[in-house]
């Protein structure tokens, strides 16, 4: 009985009590959980209207560049660090490289360079094509930056003299009228252009490099760059040597050169024979 009298007498507190205890503590609490609903509403909302900012995050990767990445994590993470962004005094960073830069280097065998040095050599490729295109879809998928087209004969249908003409102002500076290469200063050079595939070709001028300057398709349009392929491949690399010797195709100044020294050698000869006749 006196429980039941108890429980009615809290009850009746309780109902009394009731305007003085909403007053504030609870006004604010009301508040508080109002305000935090409509966070959550609002987070919600945002999360299933804007799904695409997750997904830009991380987004998946294809078959390809997984199976780059794979090796990638073997061969070239030394050097160029986990998700390719370089490691200080070992190799540069490959983020916005693009394929065109691994296709260049890992195809001549550059890459995986075997230890530093001033200029890595081309050597026979430690990948194959298909290695190779995954490896640049890796890097592609990472940052992304230019891409050499498809196909394995990029000059098709293109002007010779046009790109014999683009071959002289653009590239003969470095790698000589006949292509074969010259020194550049501190132990660099400009190799020769004789053992590069059209795509070698493609891919070098996209990424520059070392010392070569980037063709990007503001300097050379896509069909200047296939009229310079078509120079190098149908001209230079089949050019016969009528006189015999070339002297490395280095023009005027050294075949004068050579003409003098024996020339005069064979004038030096000459008169001491006339001198020892008398
Ligand atoms: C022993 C260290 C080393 C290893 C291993 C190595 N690299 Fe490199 N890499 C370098 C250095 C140093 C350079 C810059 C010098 C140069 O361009 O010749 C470079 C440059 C490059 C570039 C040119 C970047 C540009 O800006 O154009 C690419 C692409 C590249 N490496 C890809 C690779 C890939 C792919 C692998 C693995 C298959 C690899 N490298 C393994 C040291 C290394
Ligand atoms: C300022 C000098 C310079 C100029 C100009 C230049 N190159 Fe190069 N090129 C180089 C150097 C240096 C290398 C070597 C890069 C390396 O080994 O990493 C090279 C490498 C190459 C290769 C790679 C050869 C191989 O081993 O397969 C090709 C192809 C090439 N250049 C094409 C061109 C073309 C085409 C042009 C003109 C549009 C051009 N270059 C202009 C300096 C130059």
């Given at each position: 009985?006196?429980?039941?009298?108890?429980?009615?007498?809290?009850?009746?507190?309780?109902?009394?009590?009731?305007?003085?205890?909403?007053?504030?503590?609870?006004?604010?609490?009301?508040?508080?959980?109002?305000?935090?609903?409509?966070?959550?509403?609002?987070?919600g909302?945002?999360?299933?209207?804007?799904?695409?900012?997750?997904?830009?995050?991380?987004?998946?990767?294809?078959?390809?560049?997984?199976?780059?990445?794979?090796?990638?994590?073997?061969?070239?993470?030394?050097?160029?660090?986990?998700?390719?962004?370089?490691?200080?005094?070992?190799?540069?960073?490959?983020?916005?490289?693009?394929?065109?830069?691994?296709?260049?280097?890992?195809?001549?065998?550059?890459?995986?360079?075997?230890?530093?040095?001033?200029?890595?050599?081309?050597?026979p490729?430690?990948?194959?094509d298909?290695?190779?295109?995954?490896?640049?879809?890796?890097?592609?998928e990472?940052?992304?930056?230019?891409?050499?087209p498809?196909?394995?004969?990029?000059?098709?249908?293109?002007?010779l003299?046009?790109?014999?003409?683009?071959?002289?102002?653009?590239?003969?500076?470095?790698?000589?009228?006949?292509?074969?290469?010259?020194?550049?200063?501190?132990?660099?050079?400009?190799?020769?252009?004789?053992?590069?595939?059209?795509?070698?070709?493609?891919?070098?001028?996209?990424?520059?490099?070392?010392?070569?300057?980037?063709?990007?398709?503001?300097?050379?349009?896509?069909?200047?760059?296939?009229?310079i392929?078509?120079?190098?491949?149908?001209?230079?690399?089949?050019?016969?040597?009528?006189?015999?010797?070339?002297?490395?195709?280095?023009?005027?100044?050294?075949?004068?050169?050579?003409?003098?020294?024996?020339?005069?050698?064979?004038?030096?000869?000459?008169?001491?024979?006339?001198?020892?006749?008398?």
């Amino acid at each position: 009985m006196t429980s039941d009298n108890d429980r009615r007498r809290g009850l009746l507190a309780r109902l009394r009590g009731r305007p003085v205890a909403r007053s504030r503590g609870r006004r604010r609490l009301g508040a508080a959980v109002r305000l935090f609903a409509a966070l959550m509403l609002a987070g919600g909302a945002y999360t299933v209207f804007a799904p695409g900012a997750q997904a830009q995050d991380n987004p998946p990767m294809s078959a390809a560049a997984g199976e780059g990445k794979a090796l990638f994590d073997v061969s070239c993470v030394t050097c160029h660090g986990r998700n390719a962004q370089g490691v200080e005094g070992r190799g540069p960073s490959l983020i916005g490289v693009g394929s065109a830069a691994v296709e260049f280097q890992v195809s001549s065998g550059r890459m995986p360079m075997a230890r530093q040095e001033a200029q890595a050599m081309r050597k026979p490729p430690a990948f194959t094509d298909e290695q190779v295109r995954q490896l640049g879809q890796y890097i592609q998928e990472l940052g992304g930056g230019p891409q050499v087209p498809e196909g394995n004969n990029l000059h098709q249908n293109a002007d010779l003299a046009a790109g014999g003409e683009l071959f002289r102002i653009n590239c003969s500076q470095c790698h000589a009228f006949g292509g074969g290469g010259g020194a550049l200063s501190s132990g660099k050079y400009a190799p020769s252009l004789h053992p590069a595939s059209d795509r070698q070709i493609y891919a070098a001028m996209l990424s520059g490099p070392q010392n070569m300057p980037v063709f990007g398709d503001n300097q050379l349009r896509p069909e200047q760059k296939a009229d310079i392929i078509a120079y190098i491949q149908e001209n230079l690399k089949h050019t016969q040597d009528q006189g015999g010797f070339n002297l490395g195709r280095y023009g005027p100044s050294t075949e004068g050169l050579a003409a003098f020294l024996i020339g005069i050698v064979a004038l030096v000869f000459a008169s001491l024979w006339i001198a020892g006749k008398s």
